[in-house]
């Protein structure tokens, strides 16, 4: 049974068909999934919930799908980790870690909205699909569409990290690699896709697609034994990850699922030499003006934010703040998560990570709360941006004079 009822405008606020389109006519505003919610409050209860699979599609009621799902159905219902020893390092009670680092199939949360874009593109009628991608959505949509058996072709600036590109050509989809940065493929992909009528999920699929972000918010809640959290730091891009986590919330406020009321502060994380929401967070300005992206966060290399008025909006109404972090920030930020915590992420998590230290440092966070870190990707990625950051290893010989020779262990006394 599906809930979805139609598309709606998010300015005017006009009903459109479930189709494959994603602007107003009216006044060019996205357009956003709605649901029947009062039906909704008949069908779901937290028990149901918890009795679906462990994947995403547990929440299959608040998604936008007609039928079963057919993608992903392994994607999703990542750990919740309880991040103690960070958290006394940086002196704040409760810490958690949201890790889609280990999101299948290929390590982010673009497995998620991919696993929703694609069920739909199926229900549509699509046979091949598409995307415009700084590197992680390119992978979701090569492996989810080779299970699925689409025709896939993969759009992404020619100068992603080698373990995105690899991680898209192995799936073997058509990758094209665009003389420009994310700003001009997804120009292009406008134009491609008025042309070619394909499923492009970012781009005509993008009310569809955008929704599967909703589920690390379900998740986030659920986990929390069905309360919202007071703080999550989320990292940036398009916006959009940020808009759909606060939405998620609300739409289980809504449904009366959660324990209390959601008082979440949603704080936006990203990296200096791209950050056109964060900056106009902190210049209390009306407007997110567009950047040329220059930054080791290639993942978060969006200078032209297709959700950035709406991702502001969500971070001031939640009473949420931004961070800016440096490129040597985002190095130590991925070490600092896995020395403490044994978690790999990859650049966009370490944005999150060192924003989050910023925030609390400032007090824009307050340390006697609960506080989730959206880690979003997986570290083994991006190793160029840590490459000479980590060091090398002890080289010996196959003996044990080499190895105490070399690596000089502290000398252990057994107990007899
Ligand atoms: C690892 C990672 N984190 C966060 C984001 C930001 O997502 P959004 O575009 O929804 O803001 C991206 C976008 O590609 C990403 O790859």
Redesign the pocket.
């Known amino acids: 049974m599906s809930f979805l009822k139609c598309l709606k405008s998010k300015g005017s606020g006009r009903e459109y068909p479930k189709e494959a389109i994603y602007v107003c006519e009216y006044d060019f505003s996205p357009l956003e999934a709605d649901y029947d919610y009062d039906a909704i409050r008949k069908a779901l209860t937290r028990e149901k919930i918890e009795k679906g699979p462990r994947s995403l599609w547990r929440y299959r009621a608040l998604l936008p799908v007609d039928g079963e799902p057919t993608v992903g159905l392994y994607s999703g219902f990542t750990p919740l980790v309880r991040a103690k020893r960070l958290a006394a390092e940086w002196g704040v009670r409760e810490l958690y870690i949201k890790d889609?680092s280990v999101c299948h199939p290929t390590w982010?949360?673009?497995d998620r909205?991919v696993a929703v874009a694609l069920t739909r593109a199926r229900e549509l009628g699509f046979t091949t699909v598409a995307c415009a991608?700084?590197?992680?959505?390119a992978n979701a949509v090569s492996a989810h569409g080779a299970k699925a058996g689409f025709e896939r072709y993969i759009f992404i600036p020619h100068d992603l990290e080698r373990g995105k590109v690899l991680g898209s050509l192995v799936y073997n989809p058509h990758v094209i690699a665009v003389e420009g940065n994310y700003d001009d493929v997804n120009r292009l992909c406008s134009e491609i896709v008025a042309k070619y009528h394909w499923g492009f999920v970012n781009v005509n699929l993008r009310p569809y697609y955008?929704e599967g972000?909703k589920t690390i918010g379900f998740e986030i809640a659920e986990q929390l034994g069905w309360k919202a959290p007071d703080h999550m730091v989320?990292?940036?891009?398009?916006?959009?990850?940020?808009t759909?986590i606060w939405k998620a919330f609300k739409e289980f406020e809504k449904l009366e699922l959660l324990n209390g009321r959601v008082t979440t502060k949603i704080h936006c994380a990203q990296p200096e030499g791209c950050s056109p929401i964060a900056t106009a967070i902190l210049n209390k300005s009306e407007h997110v003006l567009p950047v040329k992206p220059k930054t080791i966060a290639k993942?978060?290399a969006?200078g032209n934010?297709?959700?950035g008025y709406y991702?502001k909006d969500v971070i001031h109404d939640s009473g949420g703040s931004a961070a800016i972090v440096s490129d040597d920030e985002i190095r130590e930020g991925i070490k600092t998560l896995a020395r403490m915590e044994g978690i790999f992420t990859?650049?966009?998590?370490g944005v999150t990570v060192a924003s989050a230290q910023k925030l609390i440092r400032q007090g824009a966070i307050d340390p006697d709360s609960v506080i989730v870190l959206?880690i979003?990707?997986n570290g083994l990625k991006t190793q160029e941006a840590i490459q000479t950051a980590v060091g090398e290893p002890v080289f010996i010989e196959p003996s044990l004079k080499s190895f105490e020779e070399k690596v000089r262990p502290p000398k252990t006394v057994m107990k007899a």
């Open positions: 889609d982010s949360f673009k909205v991608s700084t590197g992680n959505l955008s972000s989320v990292p940036a891009a398009s916006g959009s990850l940020i759909k993942s978060l969006i934010p297709a959700d991702a990859e650049t966009a998590g959206a979003t990707g």
